[in-house]
């Protein structure tokens, strides 16, 4: 049974293997029993898990619509490079076999460093040893929320179309 939709259901703090607290930096308002839930976050790594619940089917047959699953790829490349300010810019993936209703997906997820701002994250999606998914995410990290950015460019466009 999922949890109630309108608990703030994100953990802030995460137990990885070595029994270290970790703390998660971003997405931290994000609803796990829509996106999954960290099982496991150390520096450049985080293991997602998706229990799939009624709510995500599409028909009668129990089939997950991808978007949650994609959703869950997503949250734990995101939360590999756990920073507060990280922003998905792009993505290639491939969902290789179907999700259905009661199935766990365990999403496992590797930061690369590119360049000092932009990250690669290379995550599989698995139930059981069976790849449902994989994935290259592309990501950068920005000073600041973008919406607070996007607020400041707005403001200077509008200030030098008023001169």
């Known amino acids: 049974m999922p949890e109630n939709p309108e608990e ?8 990885d293997n070595d029994d270290d607290i970790v ?3 971003t997405h ?5 029993y829509l996106s999954g839930e960290i099982d496991t976050l150390k520096e450049n790594y ?7 619940t009624n709510e995500m089917s599409v028909d009668e047959m ?11 790829a997503d949250f734990a490349a995101m939360a590999a490079v756990n920073e507060p300010y990280v922003v998905l810019i792009g993505s290639n993936n491939k969902f290789l076999a179907p999700v259905k209703v009661g199935d766990t997906v365990i999403f496992e997820a590797h ?3 590119e360049e000092a701002r932009k990250r690669e994250v290379d995550v599989v999606g698995s139930i059981n040893d069976i ?10 990290i920005l000073p600041e929320h973008i919406l607070k950015l996007k607020l400041k460019r707005s403001k200077k466009v509008k200030k030098s179309q008023d001169s």
């Not at 703030?8 to 137990?15: G, I």
């Not at 985080?46 to 799939?52: F, G, I, P, Y």
């Not at 790849?131 to 950068?140: H, L, M, N, P």
Request: net charge positive; with cysteine.
């Open 8 to 15: 703030n259901s994100t953990e802030e703090l995460v137990q």
């Open 23 to 25: 703390s998660l930096k």
């Open 28 to 32: 931290t308002k994000i609803k796990k």
């Open 46 to 52: 985080a293991k997602v898990r998706l229990n799939c």
């Open 62 to 72: 129990g089939l997950v619509h991808g978007g949650f699953t994609f959703s869950a």
């Open 111 to 113: 930061a690369r460093f």
């Open 131 to 140: 790849k449902v998914f994989e994935g290259t995410f592309t990501a950068v």
